[in-house]
């Protein structure tokens, strides 16, 4: 095994979306990707298996908005208010969170602290 499919398997394995999924009674999940330079969040539903909504720093709005530094906290924060109105908009009000195996810091915390601050429950 290469040294690069052992950081994949180590990240996938230290991800909570397991223990997330039995513990939670929700269905439906904010989750989070973040790259070097984006961040991605998207709603899925678990029991259709489909995704319901999902922003990004690639967003036209979002890029013209923020700049053309689309790897920072402020990125983070306006993905993070983005996907909260998308889910007001669509009714959805609370979810839970899934982190993707990141660290509760930096962009991962903008982005949940920013849809909090919108009216998103996690």
Known sequence: M??????????RKARTRFRLK???TKTIRLSVFRSNTNIYAQI???EKQS???ASS??????KKKVGGKT????TA?????????????KGIKEVYFDRGGYLYHGRV??????AREEGLKF
């Open 2 to 11: 290469s040294n690069k499919s052992k950081y994949l398997y180590n990240k």
């Open 22 to 24: 039995n513990s939670s």
């Open 44 to 46: 899925i539903d678990d």
């Open 51 to 53: 995704t319901i909504l």
């Open 57 to 62: 720093s690639l967003d036209k709005d979002l």
């Open 71 to 74: 790897g920072n906290i402020n």
């Open 77 to 89: 924060t306006a993905v993070g208010i983005d996907i909260a109105k998308k889910a007001k908009e």
């Open 109 to 114: 915390k903008a982005l949940a602290e920013a």
